[in-house]
């Protein structure tokens, strides 16, 4: 049980990251200034952790236990610079988003998520320990990114060629974000409370992204003005919520298969967008929803693997 539920909510924040990349391309747009709109994300969810730190006893708990941790060599000082990935996650949404769209974007996501997350699993970096590169497992990563491929098919948002490069960024995110997930995995573990995981996550990245922001603005100067659109505030709270759930259910179902639910919840995501919110020239095509079957279809296929382990033996009629 813990198992399944454990997809069905790395699905849930799967559909959240969807809504939150569309929020930072638009707000990335508005101001001109993406690491701006990217310091704006991801103080908005430190701010909203700082004060369920004050409130917390649970999470001012786990922060001590977390430096406890780093003394007693329980947690290595790296296990807490997953903001890194973050950051350069929201930064890539903010500088991407608006030129290629989010579909292109999730592709190049997913295709260094995926990939990284197979050999994460295998090197046992996250909590859950050791996975087999299982015929399976390989499979199911391969389909996701077939999926992907199939969801961007016949779009209207799909750049020129001389674009396309831009998809190296969300690429190499795509693949910080698979150990992301692991070492966070280990935070939470030692905290004992995903938000404290959370709140170390946002520290680090908070400060990773005004140190590029004071760089922009050393060179391109002021951001534009603020737009007046309150959604577009949203997006630290949908990383807030992504990055607890991650970390909460990463010790539960392994990086890949976190990263497979949580591919397949951006694919129904972009399908509520576009059919609740459209700004995406096109709206929903037949492709981006046979991408929604095929990525379900490979999270199903990537849990086979261990489907009939741990399954409880008949009860015989001498049992108690």
């Not at 990335?28 to 908005?44: H, I, K, N, Q, T």
């Not at 961007?152 to 693949?175: H, K, N, Q, T």
């Not at 002021?222 to 007046?228: A, E, K």
């Not at 397949?264 to 929803?289: K, N, R």
Request: proline fraction near 4%.
């Amino acid at each position: 049980m813990k198992r399944v539920l454990g997809v069905l909510l790395a699905i849930a924040a799967g559909l959240v990251m969807a809504a939150q990349s569309r929020v930072n391309g638009q707000l990335g747009r508005e101001v001109g200034d993406s690491a701006f709109a990217a310091v704006l994300s991801f103080g908005g969810g430190l701010l909203i952790l700082a004060v369920l730190l004050v409130s917390s006893r649970r999470m001012r708990f786990g922060l001590g236990a977390v430096v406890s941790a780093l003394r007693g060599g329980e947690l290595r000082p790296w296990h807490c610079l997953g903001g890194v990935a973050g950051a350069l996650y929201v930064l890539a949404q903010s500088v991407t988003v608006a030129v290629v769209g989010v579909a292109l974007f999730t592709v190049g996501v997913v295709a260094g998520q995926t990939v990284s997350g197979l050999f994460v699993d295998k090197a046992g970096i996250g909590p859950a320990g050791r996975k087999p590169l299982s015929w399976s497992r390989v499979l199911g990563s391969l389909l996701t990114v077939a999926a992907v491929g199939v969801a961007i098919v016949g779009r209207d948002d799909v750049g020129s060629a001389a674009e396309l490069w831009l998809l190296v960024l969300p690429v190499l995110v795509g693949a910080a974000v698979a150990v992301q997930q692991a070492i966070n995995g280990h935070v939470s573990v030692a905290a004992g409370s995903p938000l404290t995981a959370a709140l170390v996550n946002f520290s680090t990245g908070f400060v990773v992204l005004v140190g590029a922001w004071l760089i922009s603005l050393a060179t391109r100067g002021l951001p534009g003005p603020m737009p007046s659109n309150p959604a577009l505030y949203l997006g630290g709270l949908f990383g807030l919520v992504f990055i607890a759930v991650s970390a909460l259910v990463v010790g539960w179902i392994g990086v890949l298969l976190l990263a497979l639910a949580s591919v397949a919840g951006q694919l129904v995501g972009s399908v509520l967008l576009d059919a609740f919110l459209p700004t995406v020239a096109g709206g929903i095509t037949v492709p981006t929803l046979a991408g929604c079957v095929v990525a379900m279809l490979a999270l199903l296929i990537a849990g086979m693997g261990r489907q009939r382990r741990g399954l409880p033996r008949p009860l015989k009629q001498s049992d108690p």
